[in-house]
């Protein structure tokens, strides 16, 4: 299926390649970066690039590019899911996924991608499991390893026990003194809002994250008190899909640790999505100058629920050349480089509403723009459902013990666009 896995980085190096059937020159890698030198920003290259020889198909996480070549007709979705594996297995490893966590975990990221794919076909992409294969790298681990103290292999010789069973992403003999489980219910809005305030489009998506301290062999069910708002859902090969299929419910024997329950796309069809916050931007040019007004502020909907990380990001034109711009709350920086203002608001406060004021200036001679920039917020708030989605019971059987539970939800804002 996959031929070679490349990963790049920000600057176009190709840091990693990994070849699964047969050997692919990294050169095929310039025909990515030429597209993404021409686009305006990396986000608007075809995900799936089409060659003579090959397809190229890509994903973009934190800033850096994880690129598959692939020779014959394949589902792209497929590769592209395997692809967000390859980036979370790393996260989960390594903390963090950038170029200096790549570039000090050379030798387990070869490893991990040895184990995931077997001849260009997906094996083992579930963290639990891997762990048991691969030990995670450790700061003791390195030291040692930089002394040339430890020759002892980070590999297991033997499969991970369960591996042969229909239970293989929980290890057995699993025992903890304190027995806990948390949920995590985190949504995000993707939104399109028109000049006059008026919702263009608005969709939200969520994921179901657990954290799983259970001793034994648990089996879960999950249950929601709406469970008809969920409209696609992709689950984690522990979910019973007949289970959900017959009553909508989520049963499941947990894996050990962290782990994506699953992840849905809300139905929004015959009923409006409420947004927690507004934005009301005036910026309007006339002659060589232009005033700016944003105001940002909680709508009536969050019942005492605070707003935090709010951030405005305004891109403006390439013609501004200075700007004279205040605010009332947090702090904004305007980038002359990029001629993008970023105004990081923090938590919103309740007896005032955050603004900014002020003037920019054009070049001499630049053109005077027809419109307003399309503005993006970021967001979050703690305990709050976008959707509505409520849980109902999350019941343990299998086990005698009760353990603690423990549910949160979290909405943020994905592609939350604001047009000016």
């Not at 399109?192 to 069910?221: A, F, Q, Y």
């Amino acid at each position: 299926m996959i031929n070679s896995l490349f990963v790049m980085s920000p600057t176009g190096e190709v840091m990693i390649e990994k070849h699964y059937r047969g050997y692919v020159p990294r050169t095929c890698c310039d025909t990515f970066w030429a597209e993404v030198q021409k686009s305006s920003s990396p986000q608007e290259v075809c995900p799936v690039l089409v060659t003579p020889k090959y397809y190229l198909i890509h994903v973009q996480r934190y800033g850096m590019f994880f690129i598959a070549n692939v020779q014959m007709e394949v589902q792209p979705l497929l590769v592209t899911e395997f692809l967000h594996r390859v980036v979370d297995v790393f996260r989960d490893y390594f903390n963090e996924v950038s170029e200096e966590s790549i570039k000090e975990n050379f030798i387990t990221v070869y490893q991990l991608m040895d184990e995931m794919m077997d001849n260009g076909i997906p094996m083992t992409t579930e963290p639990n499991v891997l762990k048991t294969m691969i030990v995670p790298p450790t700061i003791l681990g390195r030291v040692a390893s930089s002394m040339g103290v430890g020759d002892k292999s980070n590999v297991a010789s033997d499969l991970p026990e369960g591996m042969l069973s229909s239970i293989w992403w929980r290890k057995k003999g699993v025992k903890y003194t304190n027995n806990e489980v948390y949920l995590d219910i985190v949504e995000e809005i993707d939104c399109s809002i028109d000049t006059n305030g008026l919702m263009v489009t608005c969709d939200v998506s969520g994921e179901v994250l657990v954290n799983c301290k259970l001793s034994g062999m648990p089996d879960l069910t999950l249950s929601f008190t709406n469970p008809a708002l969920i409209d696609e859902a992709n689950f984690h090969p522990c979910v019973r899909l007949s289970r959900y299929e017959r009553d909508r419910v989520m049963s499941f024997v947990p894996p050990d640790g962290k782990f994506k329950l699953a992840s849905y796309s809300v139905c929004t069809t015959g009923q409006a999505v409420v947004l927690p916050l507004y934005v009301k931007p005036q910026i309007h040019f006339s002659g060589s100058s232009g005033r700016v007004n944003v105001m940002v502020g909680p709508k009536s909907n969050l019942a005492g629920r605070t707003i935090e990380d709010v951030v405005i990001t305004i891109p403006f034109s390439k013609g501004i050349a200075s700007t004279n711009l205040s605010v009332n709350h947090g702090t904004a920086h305007f980038d002359d480089a990029t001629k993008t203002l970023r105004w990081d608001i923090g938590k919103v406060p309740k007896d005032k509403s955050p603004c900014l004021n002020g003037t920019v200036a054009l070049a001499p001679g630049a053109e005077t723009p027809e419109s307003g920039p399309t503005m993006t917020v970021d967001f979050k708030i703690v305990m709050f459902s976008a959707s509505g989605l409520k849980i109902d019971a999350l019941t343990l059987s299998g086990e005698k013990y009760k353990p603690y539970k423990g549910v949160r939800f979290v909405t943020k804002a994905g592609k939350f666009q604001v047009r000016s």
